[in-house]
């Protein structure tokens, strides 16, 4: 039995009941047998796997690790995540810091294959900290097969606040941003720009942005989102203004001669 989340409602009103049952619907989740088997096989089996290839040689394995950052869908891709894996993050010119998206950083330094003689595999605490990040993720995609504008926002919820506290340049977070398809997509909504922003120079779609940042929420800068008051302010903008635009869809000409032919 694969879990569903409950989701009776749609729009900003549909999220306020997602956010005030999560924590139990959550606990369903877990409670169901093919993730408790998937947990356990990974804290059985993640501290002998002391090499990348030993990780990307247990597909299973390799599924529950790349899922805990939302890359399963390179499960497959064998070589490039055991490159990605022992290239590491301490090195400059390493395959994970070239990548634009950086869950492929995060997930190489994770698991620091590359950058230590003894890998983070072998930490006592490691098991539970992978396997919080897989919870999480497999949550999300399941209430985002029904709702992906939510699992966009959630993702945005725990995405945007980190970046913000990261010690790098406001222009820089900006980059990461755009580099990231659902955090771009995020803000492209809230911000009203349309999907053709995306096809404009790179630096003038930062500029454009921390215009439109700053006028929706009084500074041009990512970091003004590790509080938690202008996360939700930017949350509410992007699910509201979802809602907009798939209404706006909804009685378009064509939406409305398909309805018509329906009837």
Partial sequence: MSFQPVLPLTGYTG?????????????VQQSIPAQSRDEAYFRDKI???????????????????????????????????????????????????????????????????GDYSVPRTRISTFPDEILAQFRTRTFETAVGNQNNTYRLAMNAEREIPALAVRNTSETAKWYSILGS????????????????????????????????????????????????????????????????????????PAATALTLLRR
């Fill in 15 to 27: 999220w306020g009941f997602l956010k005030r049952t999560m924590v139990r619907q959550q606990a």
């Fill in 47 to 113: 501290g002998k796997a002391d090499t990348a290839e030993k990780l990307v040689s247990d597909k299973r394995l390799l599924r529950i690790a790349l899922t805990a950052f939302g890359l399963e869908g390179d499960v497959n891709n064998k070589a490039f995540i055991q490159k990605i894996l022992e290239g590491g993050t301490l090195k400059e010119g390493s395959l994970a810091n070239k990548l634009a998206d950086k869950q492929y950083q995060k997930f190489s330094a994770a698991f620091g294959y």
């Fill in 181 to 252: 398809a659902p955090l771009r997509d995020v803000m492209q909504t809230a911000l009203g720009l349309p999907k053709s922003f995306s096809s404009i120079d790179i630096d003038q779609q930062v500029s454009v942005l921390k215009a439109k940042t700053e006028a929706a929420f009084g500074s041009p800068n990512i970091s003004q989102f590790r509080d938690p008051g202008k996360m939700e302010a930017l949350v509410r903008r992007f699910l509201l203004q979802s809602e907009v635009q798939g209404q706006i869809g909804a009685s378009s």
